[in-house]
């Protein structure tokens, strides 16, 4: 009798379902190759069995004539078309096996590829591919590996953040890395689906970002530092020689020259201080001076922006309305506007209290996080003063940039009117020309700095590491940047008193540029 009890029980639940546990399998497969562990994953989990549910696993037969729907988690699902299955299944077989896993992404790691007997060094700063939810969907049908579909597999993820952007990928076993090839993504509010034509480890790869390392942190911080210093002593010169320039020559364009250096001077100040004044307070005791910091921080960026700003609406008053630019206290106004709207700005966001410490993920190896006295992180207003920030910025960079295309067709058309009055001497022209360029390339990069066109690289730091580097370099040097054009302004002040040969386009656009 006990016999009989024992082969009924092993009828009912085979050797091959009990103590089967789908992680254990992932474990033991990790552990015994670990590359690739994905092919022995594939060969073991079709044997898996588990008695009654098991969260983020499916393994069931299914009818060929019929659309197979799996759904190992309330996020995922599996829809395999009967067209698919009916391919893969022998002519005997009335169902198919279908097996669909979830399993964490942090098993999916690149590896140093090889060349010969040498691995080929990786970079230090790569692009930080995010996996949705940092989970990876498996899909197996039968015993051989599934490509080529006609009718694709369809692989639905579930997210609950609206505005975010991704793409379909599989693991690429034999390069180690996500691909998209043979998939097609289609978003909608709360979900992605994945329409591909073969089976594999399928994820969703979210907001690529750019990582960087330890070492080029720290270089990039020295960087911000140094240059954010030096701007600070070459803004305070500068200020001294506007003022020297203006007592000679009482021009508009000086005056917004001054004024954008200041905010400048305020900025880069507001900038250090932010950054080591922190270091000094205490958390909980002087809290409102680093509000304070942040405060000031922000408003010197608003003014520094406005004033970018102003210097593309003067320069578009000059070269487009020359016969029509007298206003009436026109200096008086700009000032209202350069320093009142930054002020308006922070008077509404301090009650709010918007500003604090703000907590900074570098996303480095050891997941450190740095600080500084700008807007609160737990402030829920803290996002939308960013972004309003931002697109201020964005739009002013974008009206300078059309301002700047302005001057370049300016110079053009100065440089083909007098090309018709040149002399036929061709080796004089080509010097004479070889000069005027060189001066009109200075002119049309200065220009682009004191325009604040150095803020648009922010748009390569998304990119890779070059564009990071040339952000913080440029726009750290902001204030030696102005401090170049003065000396420019200053130079060009005194050939015109001592010299009475003068090119026309390059000299004529410089003054019109900022002089009224």
């Known amino acids: 009798m006990k016999w009989i009890t024992l082969y009924l029980l092993t009828l009912c639940f085979p050797t091959t379902r009990a103590n089967c546990n789908p992680n254990h399998i992932l474990d033991d497969c990790i552990n015994q190759n670990p590359v690739p562990w994905q092919r022995c994953y594939d060969n073991k989990i079709t ?17 060929a004539s019929e659309q197979a729907d799996l ?3 309330s996020n995922h699902e599996v829809r395999i078309p009967s067209s698919a ?5 022998t002519q005997s077989e009335e169902t198919i096996q279908v097996v669909s896993s979830v399993i964490n992404s942090t098993f999916f790691q690149r590896t140093p590829r090889t060349r010969g007997r040498s691995i080929i060094p990786q970079p230090t700063v790569r692009v930080k591919e995010t996996v949705l939810g ?14 080529d579909l006609t009718e694709p597999v369809q692989l639905i993820f579930y997210h609950k953040e609206k505005e975010i952007s991704g793409k379909c ?6 390069e180690t890395e996500w691909s998209t090839e043979g998939c097609y993504t289609k978003k909608s509010e709360d979900k992605f689906i994945c329409s591909c034509n073969h089976l594999s480890f399928f994820a969703v790869l979210v907001n690529p970002e750019v990582k960087v390392d330890e070492d080029h942190a720290e270089a990039l911080s020295y960087i911000t530092y140094i240059g954010s210093a030096l701007s600070v002593f070459f803004a305070f010169i500068s200020l001294f020689i506007y003022v020297g320039l203006h007592r000679q020559r009482s ?5 917004i020259h001054m004024q954008l250096t200041g905010a400048l001077l305020c900025l880069h100040l507001g900038f250090l201080s932010s950054s080591f004044w922190i270091l000094l307070l205490d958390e909980n005791k002087y809290s409102w001076v680093c509000g304070g910091l942040g405060l000031f921080l922000h408003w010197s960026l608003l003014a520094t922006i406005t004033w970018l700003a102003l210097e593309g609406f003067h320069l578009y008053l000059l070269l487009i309305r020359v016969f029509n630019i007298y206003v009436r206290r026109y200096l008086l106004k700009l000032c209202l506007v350069g320093w009142g709207f930054p002020t308006l700005v922070v008077v509404i966001c301090g009650p709010l209290g918007v500003y604090g410490r703000y907590t900074l993920e570098t996303r480095d190896s050891n997941n450190q996080t740095s600080e500084i006295c700008w807007m609160n992180s737990g402030n829920p207003q803290t996002k939308l003063v960013t972004y309003i920030t931002v697109a201020f910025l964005c739009l002013v960079v974008l009206y300078n940039s059309c301002m700047l295309l302005l001057v370049v067709f300016k ?9 018709d009055r040149e002399s036929s001497d061709w080796k004089k022209m080509s010097k004479e020309n070889e000069s005027r360029l060189w001066k009109d390339g200075a002119t049309v990069l200065g220009l682009s ?16 590491v070059a564009g990071i580097y040339l952000f913080n370099i440029f726009n750290s040097l902001q204030g030696l940047f102005m401090f170049l054009w003065s000396v420019a302004l200053s130079s060009k002040s005194r050939s015109e008193n001592n010299s009475s040969v003068r090119d026309p386009s390059t000299q004529k656009m410089m003054t019109t540029s900022f002089n009224n």
């Not at 990928?169 to 034999?174: A, G, I, N, P, S």
């Not at 021009?251 to 005056?255: R, V």
């Open 134 to 147: 940092e989970l990876v969907l498996f899909v197996k049908v039968g015993s051989q590996p599934v490509s």
């Open 411 to 419: 110079m053009r058309e100065l440089r083909r009117g007098r090309g």
């Open 169 to 174: 990928v599989f693991w690429k076993e034999d």
């Open 85 to 89: 299955l009916q391919r893969i299944r």
């Open 71 to 73: 759904s190992p988690t």
């Open 251 to 255: 021009e508009k364009g000086l005056n």
């Open 449 to 464: 700095c004191v325009l604040g066109l150095p803020w648009g690289l922010a748009s390569l730091t998304y990119v890779n």
């Open 47 to 63: 044997a898996c069995k588990p008695i009654g549910r098991s969260h983020g696993f499916v393994n069931v037969d299914k009818k």
